[in-house]
């Protein structure tokens, strides 16, 4: 077993060796300095130059040069610098101007790094000279043969391999001089070269530096051989485009060329035939005539033939006939959907303008609801009400700005966007254009799409709509563009302006029933093969399945249902038919039909409660599947002043509980309560379906109104539920989706709802057979909601003083003192 040598100083001569085992330790990155080899080096690091003038004033000029483990570290660990290093001399050093240093060092001999010594200008280590041990001559000499004929193999293969760096290196008789030599004329990676420094025995670092330059030569002869292929390839296409031309030109003697020059006769007829534009008529005679220069077989004129088609297969003056008989339309339109009259009108109003303009440009317009109310299939019908063909685009998940527009012909592949391949498909420019889910659409690094749309949805733009492949102007202005959405904040606001919005709330229960029974149960009927079979759905067969087994603002679930209902029927009538072997009875579906078929409802919907209750409200709020019933609870207990919502409540609905408590605190006197109860008792307000998240500021009253009743200890009016924001001052200020929440009272059984007076506008737009059926009372200030909805009784006045209520509603005179 070889051990290293203690470096001594008695062992130095003074000049070539150190002259003490501690010496300054310089970190290198990405680069190994061997013995006997001379490197310029740039220094930056502050200990590094710290180093280098340590080492430059000592009398031996010694310094150990380690490579970092990790080059990208600024300042390395000790224990992230390699314990296996070159001793080298620093033979030259110059600062230059941007503080950096170039010095020149030549490795002398492998060293170990024993331990650090503590330093904080600079790393300073003990260290000890790897001694190198003797090898016998025969297997030096066949060391030196394998590595000499490697380097002729490698220099034939490498023209940068000099002639001249073969002798010199031939020359070599020192086995370590030949191996660090050798190894600094290649570009190995670092951590090779650190193998070839730290290797113990000289012949097993020869034998690594053997293979290293194997790796290397087989490398060169791979690269040799892909570019022998692609000469080749390079080659064998200018032959063949020769051999092409040649036979091009035989042909033409003998007049056979005739094939191509018919095509191009072909799209010289249909250039003439076609109504473009001035500007694409154009466009398309360059290109014929850039066609006619080409080889047919290459390439490029593949691309000009297919930009060329797609000029002229393009609808460029093509339109339908666009029916003006409104009372058609009118019957068209109601055929294929119940409701809906403000989209209907809308499109009405449409159809009378164009009857009396001759040129009219197509309107755009947004239908935004919830999932199922029958966005996409009213865009089919206007089609069909209309005259025009329909197209229909879903943009869900679209993230590319070329989508829209397509991409340049610079690339390979490239095609127009959506927009001109639809018009294309439908072979007319005056289709109805579906936009579906416009409100889906992300970006990326790709582009923007929405942004896109822009241009496509302005009628003040998009009669000049420049696709990137076409690279003309193409007219949009006769398209109907109908978008559809689920929700309008997700709709840029740029987007939102160019068109026309148009809600679509949901159906009430009393409409899903004449869809169900006029529409779907009829499909479903046909579709599971009950035609000649008589199925006949009840009144409250229908319902029960409504209320019971579907939660949604459209009826996509009501379908499925009543599906799952017309499959079951279906078997038990085959199995009835094969063992009775006749005709079978009419079937009538009961609501104790549906509840067989079906199972126990899966689904509750909110019901009145039964008995006044102290400290309990029915509030009501808005989901994307209609209104709900929303129960509002709070309880007092002895305490110290804790205020505590629960139920998943969100920030805003939070912030309307704690300006309920201070309007409350705020009334105490008036109210009848200990002015000091907010620091005796502590306060619980709960929303149920603690699982189900819920914000907004129309619980205000809500909570305001059930705070009151749990410190006076009076009950609420179990008939009444409310909506509304409520201050400070105990204004009551308007909510939004008052339509579905006055149906969800309506559904529950309420009898009086009390709405902020804001709202009265929106009456207009309840249904007459629900609004007959409601007490809807609209109030302006908190004391008014008390009032109607708080049980009095006369041994327990709810108010210290007299307030004047007219038709349930608070005088103007009392107002000042309430908001005092």
């Known amino acids: 077993m070889h051990i290293p040598k203690i470096f001594r100083p008695e062992d130095t001569d003074g000049k070539d ?46 310094i150990l040069l380690s ?5 990208g570290k600024e300042t390395p660990k000790e224990s992230e610098i390699n314990r296996i290093g070159t001793v080298a001399k620093v033979l030259q050093m110059l600062r230059l101007p941007d503080g950096t240093v170039k010095t020149v060092v030549e490795g002398k001999h492998r060293a170990r790094i024993v331990d650090f010594k503590p330093n904080e200008s600079f790393f300073e280590v003990n260290l000890e000279i790897i001694e190198e041990p003797a090898i016998n001559f025969s297997e030096k000499e066949a060391f030196f043969r394998n590595i000499n004929n490697l380097l002729k193999d490698y220099a034939e293969l490498n023209k940068n391999f000099s002639k001249d760096t073969l002798k010199n290196i031939s020359a070599i008789i020192d086995p370590v001089k030949m191996l660090y030599t ?7 990676k670092t951590s090779e070269n650190q193998s070839l420094l730290e290797t113990g025995p000289i012949s097993e670092r020869l034998t690594r530096l053997i293979e290293l330059i194997k790796q290397e030569i087989i490398i060169l002869e791979t ?43 072909e799209i010289e007829k249909r250039i003439s035939d076609t109504k473009m534009s001035k500007e694409a008529n154009t466009k398309a005679e360059q290109e014929l005539k850039k066609l006619k220069m080409m080889t047919p077989m290459s390439a490029e004129a593949t691309v000009v033939r297919n930009y060329i ?81 329909f197209v229909r685009l879903s943009l869900g998940g679209v993230r590319d700005e070329a989508e829209i527009r397509g991409h340049r012909r610079t690339y390979i592949g490239a095609m127009p966007g959506k927009i001109i391949q639809s018009l294309k498909k439908v072979s007319v420019n005056n289709p109805v254009f579906c936009l579906d889910e416009i409100d889906k659409m992300s970006m990326d690094f790709r582009g923007d799409p929405s942004a896109a749309l822009l241009e496509v949805l302005d009628p003040e733009q998009n009669y000049a709509f420049n696709d990137h492949y076409l690279d003309v102007e193409y007219d949009l202005s006769d398209i109907m563009f109908i978008t559809t959405a689920n929700t309008l904040p997700d709709i840029p606001l740029p987007l939102q302006d160019r068109m026309e919005i148009i809600r679509l709330p949901g159906y009430t229960e009393v409409e899903k029933y004449h869809i169900a029974r006029d529409f779907l149960v009829p499909k479903q009927i046909e579709q599971n093969g009950l035609k000649k079979t008589k199925v006949n759905f009840s009144k409250n067969s229908i319902y029960a399945i409504i209320r019971g087994y579907t939660r949604e603002a459209g009826v996509r679930s009501l379908e499925r249902e009543i599906a799952s209902v017309c499959r079951k029927v279906a078997k038990d009538l085959l199995k009835k038919k094969q063992k009775q072997k006749g005709k079978s009875k009419a079937i009538t579906i ?11 409802g899966r689904k509750n919907f909110g019901l009145v409660e039964k008995d006044n209750q102290i400290g309990i409200v029915t509030g009501l709020a808005w989901t994307q599947f209609g209104g709900e019933l929303l129960s509002v609870e709070t309880v007092t207990m002895p305490g110290k002043g804790k205020f505590t919502v629960s139920g998943k409540l969100g920030d805003v609905m939070k912030e309307s509980a704690n300006a309920a408590i201070s309007y409350v605190r705020s009334r105490s006197e008036q109210f009848n309560l200990d002015q000091l109860f907010h620091e005796k008792l502590d306060i619980h307000i709960h929303v149920p379906e603690g699982a189900t998240p819920k914000d907004g500021p129309s619980a205000g009253i809500a909570m305001c109104t059930t705070i009151v009743s749990a410190l006076t200890r009076l009950p609420i009016d179990r008939n009444v539920a409310m909506t509304g924001e409520i201050t400070l001052r105990g204004r009551v200020l308007p909510i939004g989706g008052l339509k579905e929440k006055l149906l969800a009272a309506h559904r529950g059984g309420i009898k009086k709802v009390l709405i902020p007076k ?30 109607h909805a708080i049980v009095e009784t006369k041994d327990k006045p709810l108010f210290s003083h007299s307030y004047k209520f007219e038709n349930g509603k608070l005088d103007d005179s009392d107002i000042a003192i309430a908001d005092v």
């Open 17 to 62: 060796n150190p002259s003490s085992i501690t010496m300054p330790l310089l970190p290198l990155r990405d680069i190994v300095v061997f013995p006997h080899m001379v490197s310029p080096l740039f220094v930056g690091r502050a200990k590094s130059i710290n180093a280098i003038s340590e080492a430059m004033n000592s009398e031996s000029k010694f």
């Open 67 to 71: 490579t970092q483990s990790d080059a």
């Open 182 to 188: 050798v190894a600094g004329h290649f570009s190995f």
């Open 223 to 265: 690269d040799k051989l892909i570019k022998s292929r692609i000469k080749e390839q390079m080659e064998k296409s200018q032959k063949n485009y020769y051999l092409n031309e040649q036979m091009r030109a035989i042909k033409k003697e003998m007049g056979s060329d005739e094939a191509e020059a018919d095509e191009l006769a």
């Open 309 to 389: 088609d797609w000029l002229l297969s393009l609808p460029w003056s093509k339109k339908s006939k666009v029916a003006k008989d409104i009372e058609k339309a009118q019957k068209i339109l109601d055929e294929d959907h119940y409701g809906l009259e403000k989209p209907k009108e809308r499109i009405l109003e449409y159809l009378a303008v164009q009857a009396l303009v001759k040129k009219l440009r197509g309107p755009i317009l947004c239908l935004v609801g919830p999932p199922g109310v029958g966005k996409t299939s009213l865009a089919k019908s206007v089609a069909r009400a209309t005259g025009r063909k």
């Open 590 to 600: 009961s609501s104790k039909s549906v509840e067989k078929y079906l199972g126990p």
């Open 758 to 787: 804001d709202n009265e506008r929106d009456i207009s737009d309840i249904p007459a057979s629900v609004a007959k059926q409601l007490e809807i009372i609209p109030v302006g200030h908190m004391d008014e909601v008390i009032h």
